[in-house]
Nanobody, 120 residues
Framework: VQLQASGGGLVQAGGSLRLSCAAS????????MGWYRQFPGKQRELVAA???????NYADSVKGRFTISRDNAKNTVYLQMNSLKPEDTAVYYC???????????????WGQGTQVTVSS
């Protein structure tokens, strides 16, 4: 299973970006999906998560500005980021908890990081 993330970039404060993360490979099903971010010298932190049933959870710092969604047919998770602030600048990582087809075992898969830079 591989994850391919896209959508990062440079944006001015107040702007918007949409991150995408698509999984491919030997996938039976996907349970939770999420987005994390990592600031320089800090540990990765949860930004938003969504369960297979569509329940969502957000970090307090992004509530009301970011929206996580998923397209199960495309094995893809999205993060719509609005009203971006300079303090949102970080490397963003997607996570998908995948049940693989071969063994029906659940694994955590991470996408490659995508840089989001918000200028003031």
């Amino acid at each position: 299973v591989q994850l391919q993330a896209s959508g990062g970039g440079l944006v001015q404060a107040g702007g918007s970006l949409r991150l995408s993360c698509a999984a491919s490979g030997s996938i039976f099903s996907i349970n939770a999906m999420g987005w994390y971010r990592q600031f320089p010298g800090k540990q990765r932190e949860l930004v938003a998560a969504i369960t297979s049933g569509g329940s969502t959870n957000y970090a307090d710092s992004v509530k009301g500005r970011f929206t996580i969604s998923r397209d199960n047919a495309k094995n893809t998770v999205y993060l719509q980021m609005n009203s971006l602030k300079p303090e949102d600048t970080a490397v963003y990582y997607c996570l998908q908890i995948v049940v693989v087809s071969t063994t029906r075992t659940e694994y955590d898969y991470w996408g490659q990081g995508t840089q989001v830079t918000v200028s003031s």
